[in-house]
Structures are given as C-alpha cells and as structure tokens.
C-alpha cells in the first residue's frame, strides 16, 4: 500500500491549490479516504473525508474549511484530490493523504498514510 501527496507549496492568502494523492496497492473505490493536516505545534486533524462508491452523505468537512476546500476521488485512476481556494494563513500545514480500514469513517481507522505534503500561506 502505498499513497503519495503533491502539489503543496507556497501561496499568497487567497490563493488556491490542488493537493493530489496517487494511490497504489489496493482499490480506491472500496474505501474511505481523507486528507489529514498537521501545522507545527498543533495535533493532526482531519480537513475532509469521502466514503467509499455513492454512499448517502459520503463527504465530510471541518467546519473551517466547508466552502472553500473540495475532495473529490478519481476511481479510474485510484487518484485523490482536494481542491483548497481562498487559502487563509491558518491552512498552513502538513497535509496528508490517509485510507481508512473500511468503506467509511464510522468504526474504522485510518491505517494507512502518505508522506506529506507542506502547504505554506503567507
């Protein structure tokens, strides 16, 4: 299993971005995944999360970036994004791509990671 974050850098408030994570060593589709973030000193916290297939509600935000940050997964190419625009100084972190042990957030945890990706707003 393996999951690899791109497309951080640095931007100017109100800027966008477009975070991928390539995915391998397992079906996308069959499971939940989410985009995790960590910024220095700060405990890591879940940004947003989408369940596995057409689930009913199967998309999921932090308060503080519904509006403004979109996951989304492309299944044919085991591919996840997320979408950041009018980017804040507060977005700036690690982002991380993670999947679940199961098609949604409820009762499973998130056993696989990737490396990071650095998100810098100014």
């Known amino acids: 299993v393996q999951l690899v974050e791109s497309g951080g850098g640095s931007v100017q408030a109100g800027g966008s971005l477009r975070l991928s994570c390539d995915i391998s060593?397992?079906?996308?589709?069959?499971?939940?995944l989410a985009w995790f973030r960590q910024a220095p000193g700060k405990e890591r916290e879940v940004v947003a999360a989408t369940k596995a297939g057409s689930r009913s509600g199967g998309t999921y935000y932090r308060d503080s970036v519904k509006g403004r940050f979109t996951i989304s997964r492309d299944n044919a190419k085991n591919t996840l994004y997320l979408q950041l625009n009018s980017l804040k100084t507060e977005d700036m972190a690690m982002y991380y791509c993670?999947?679940?042990?199961?098609?949604?957030?409820?009762?499973?945890?998130?056993?696989?990671w990737g490396q990071g990706t650095q998100v810098t707003v100014s």
């Open positions: 060593g397992f079906t996308a589709r069959f499971y939940c």
């Open positions: 993670a999947k679940a042990g199961g098609p949604t957030w409820y009762g499973y945890e998130y056993n696989n």
